[in-house]
């Protein structure tokens, strides 16, 4: 299985030769950078402020509570006092960054596994490849082949519409269209027009309108 | 590099959260270092511990003024537009994690989608998918024919300028261009095309590109490409090559 990337190496520090990697390496270091120093500010309670000048020259800074309080801190070594008009503003600053971490950390998650997905998604598609033709990407196809395929695809078009067609008038007329004997609402007939679309048709219908249950129905 | 998971708040335990402090003030020093060294830029940091009132710098207090003098030359807005704090700075991580979500979560429709489609083709119903997904599955097939046209016109394209002298040849009878042909070529006669066309098109695109198992016929008088479509996948015996999308869908 061929590899992304290398994954982590150990590099010598010194200064990069290529200037694409230093760049992109400038890039994703300060952006760690930053999230380190965040992460002190909210563990420990500790007062930061990082100033980096990128390649370009254009200057980047992390400031907690902000960079231009710590820097005057610095420069007058006047431990400032905390008033508390000050305090309640970090206070509602801090309480913004505890909701936004955690909205952080639950879309990184959903994002690990929609990538898992992917790839899961990736193989399959790789293993009935082999043993399909017509799942081959189209440049590998044969002229006929292709003609085949196109016709296949053109009556599945039809009757993609004809099933589209047909959900859509149930949907209108649920009285004359509900599946005798249906027992998978626990024996009811009739009812409302939700009932029907569920129990009639077997659909699996959710709020955004994916089939959840579709991947399992298939295959 | 722990092992544990550390749970981002404010550490109550005090020596857990000096000890804690002492690390990873120490890591960040190292990181800047390296920022630094690598890119070759100029970089400070100003640590205020709630131990000390003394602050920790790096590189050193004398260079750290330095580089914030270059700082503060710039122009406000210069200053202004690439500073961030903890909040500004966690709502940009947070925009662009949800900006990947919807990207891949895009992608993994498409994938999906493409796999029922292949699975459709082959006779799997209908009946299990609702509006949005008939629709997506509509608009692949669209986009898919497309491409499948856009090849077909390619392939067809590319033998027209030889066309005329081939077909000049097969008229004089002449043989050469049956022996240029590749052994076990399937050749199938499209509906209302010349045969002589259609011997062109496979010579110039048909390869041993399937993969193994399939026929691989000689030339021979072909049923019209509809009917292939209802008879049986029948590899390696009299020659039909037939590949099988059985259209039956299953009434729901």
């Keep these: 299985m061929a590899r992304k990337s290398k994954g982590r190496q150990k590099i010598e520090i010194t200064r990069m030769s290529k200037e694409s990697n230093r760049l ?49 801190r610095f420069l007058s070594r006047n431990p400032q006092p905390n008033s508390g008009s000050l305090q309640l503003v970090e206070a509602h600053r801090n309480a913004n960054v505890r909701e936004l971490n955690l909205q952080l950390t639950e879309t990184l998650d959903t994002l690990e596994a929609e990538k898992k997905k992917g790839e899961e998604l990736n193989k399959m598609r790789k293993d009935s490849r082999d043993k399909c033709w017509w799942e081959a990407p189209i440049s590998e196809l044969g002229l006929q082949q292709l003609e085949q395929l196109k016709v296949a695809m053109e009556d599945l078009k039809k009757n993609v519409v004809k099933q589209g067609e047909k959900i859509q008038m149930e949907e209108s007329n649920p009285s004359r269209f509900f599946a005798a004997g249906s027992s998978s609402m626990g024996g009811h007939v009739g009812g409302g027009p939700h009932d029907v679309k569920v129990s009639g048709l077997g659909l699996f219908m959710t709020p955004h309108g994916y089939t959840l249950g579709y991947g399992h129905g298939f295959f | ?112 989608m493409t796999h029922v489609m292949f699975q459709c083709l082959i006779g799997e119903g209908l009946q299990y998918l609702n509006m949005a997904d008939l629709h997506d599955l509509g608009v692949l097939l669209n986009q898919t024919m497309r491409d499948v046209d856009g090849r077909i016109e390619l392939l067809t394209e590319a033998v027209l300028p030889q066309d005329m002298t081939m077909v000049n040849a097969m008229g004089r009878g002449e043989n050469s261009f049956n022996a240029q042909m590749p052994s076990g070529m399937a050749m199938l006669t499209m509906q209302n095309q010349q045969p002589t066309r259609s011997l062109l098109r496979s010579n110039v695109h048909f390869n041993a590109q399937m993969p193994s198992g399939m026929a691989m016929p000689t030339m021979q008088n072909q049923q019209p490409t509809r009917s292939l479509l209802r008879s049986n996948v029948r590899p390696g015996l009299d020659g039909n090559v037939a590949y099988t999308f059985p259209l039956q869908w299953s009434r729901g």
């Design chain 1, 24 to 72: 992109v390496t400038f890039s994703k270091r300060r952006s760690g950078l930053f999230k380190k120093a965040s992460e002190l500010c909210t563990l420990c309670g500790a007062e930061i402020a990082i100033i980096v000048f990128s390649p370009g020259q254009k200057a980047f800074s992390f400031g907690h509570p902000c960079v231009d309080t710590i820097v005057d």
């Design chain 2, 1 to 112: 590099m722990t092992r544990k998971k550390v749970n981002l708040a404010y550490i109550e335990n005090e020596s857990a959260r000096k000890s804690t402090f002492k690390k990873r003030k120490k890591g960040i020093m190292k990181k800047v270092n390296e920022l630094s060294t690598l890119c070759g830029v100029d970089a400070c940091a100003i640590i205020f511990s709630p131990y000390d009132a003394e602050p920790e710098v790096w590189p050193s207090h004398l260079g750290a003024q330095r580089i914030i003098s270059r700082f503060r030359r710039m122009p406000e807005l210069e200053q202004s537009r690439r500073m961030v704090n903890q909040e500004s700075f966690t709502r940009q991580r947070l925009t662009k994690a949800e900006e990947q979500l919807r990207k891949q979560h895009k992608d993994n429709r498409h994938k999906e």
